[in-house]
């Protein structure tokens, strides 16, 4: 008796009984939130995230790329790097990136902070060296009390940085989506045609690459299976780190959390719209052309993959001394 | 007897007795929190403050060059535009701006709301128009919702937009600094030597154009009245608006409120240190050379005015919808 009250009860409020069932099983997993994390590094990381006197311009921040207003991304097609610099590839959102397997569209990176090295010493995005940067953070006394007080010694150094900034990344994670309060019983969390779309997406084959907790970075995978993928872009994705030819156009699997908030997708950033990127990725990794009405569900569906966004005060950053390096902005 | 009790532990903390005196006719005045403040307008206006979506490229938004995590300013000479174009004047401090007589250095526009217009529309700023912003807008749900929210009405104009930046904007006053605190009866908030830079401060003439809630902002005055000001800053000053000779020159003297956080200094920017600052100050204002010791006293006074830095949560931007237009960073 109290089984059929409850199976009436979700046929009213339009669940299918298979979805409302335990989805203990389902490839794709509940987010955790960070675990394990040393607030005092968290801290320091934040504001070096936010601070631009890690790049020569004194302008470009972290933040400027991986704006965590936006997603943890530009939202711009490639990025722009020092003196207005175009970027080669899409900046990947630093959103739960410490699920990633490695970091980078083509997994240069073993982990965060080896990630968060690069770019400040990269020409074309924050134009600075690692020597350089070190030089400004000694001479800002805010931040040697900090770095004291957490690393507890004299000298800063450039794995300090990142390994801070790392620290501060590992918080980045979004949990709370409607999807996972779905998959944690939540029945009523994700409408029928959201769910129609969950369903399209793992019978089609998209789960296939885009599974785990992350939906997602946790492989390598070739850009254009079925058909060739055409791009103005010269990135060569994993073959650029092996030197095979075989992994030429495998690039990391993104995330699809927070895709809502990640547009324009792909390494190049060249679909504007989760429509485009769904058909794309449709027909030239699985051979398939998903009606208008697909499309649309499967779209619904990855818009519940949006979490709980970071929410923490704007870091204020330490003021420079009058020994402090000066930004160079427009200096050749 | 009680007299005597009071007048003894003054001096026992080392406190002048005229400086325990009471402060309330000194020539600076204590920093009022915001008050009539509108808070629906002022969470839109934050959001609309960190949105790069107002500027042509997608990449500038208010905070790039009035960064909230640096004073209010950018620490950088003169501002980076669109596509890296150089600006022609520092950007001053967006912190306590409410209680500058006009706005701009030149005092071009009458308040905030009038200002925040002008960033948006300028080719070597956000390079932006306020037709094209207010495109943007009207095509992200998440706007359109909360300015029907705010204003009661269906469609949204460049008004809106700049009323609400201007009332974020009012929030943005940092009371509390060690100075007020002193102003409002803590006679150890301020050493021996900060009282000393003080007395300084008023008995040499700063105070004639610093003075006020804000510490300046409140007139108009000649850069270079003793001595001529050298600079290759094309700027006009109050001449470019007023069209009259006499104004050449003529600059809105900036807030000293948070002037430690607001480096580097004038209206080219080219004093990059505090020391740097008050020296060219005596020199061509005054007509005074202040030794190292009497510079170092005024400047560890004018450290005693960073108050309270504005807290609140980093806003969360409403992502673009399907129509938004994209932003154009690399197109001509």
Redesign the interface.
Known sequence: MRLQILVASIVAVGISASAAAAPADEPIQVIKPAANINLGLVDLGKKLY????LSK???ISCN?CH?????GT???PTS?GD??Q?GPINSPTVLNSSLNLAQFWDGRAADLKEQAGGPIANPGEMGFSHTLAVQVLETIPGYVREFRQVFGKDKIDIDQVTLAIAEFEKTLVTPNSRFDQWLLGKTDALSENELAGYTLFKESGCVACHNGEAVGGNSFQKMGIVEPYKTKATAGGRADVTGKDADRFNFKVPTLRNV??T??YFHDGAA????EAVDIMGRLQLGKKFTDAENAKIVAFLKTLTGD?????????P??S?TTP??Q??SK
Request: charged letters at 15%; glycine letters at 4%; hydrophobic letters at 35%.
């Open positions: 936010f601070d631009p006197r311009s004194g302008f400027s704006n965590l207003s936006m997603g530009d939202n711009i722009i003196k207005w175009q809502e908030l547009y324009p504007n719209t989760l429509a966004q970071p929410s923490f005060a704007l870091p204020i950053l003021p420079s009058d000066r930004p902005p427009f």
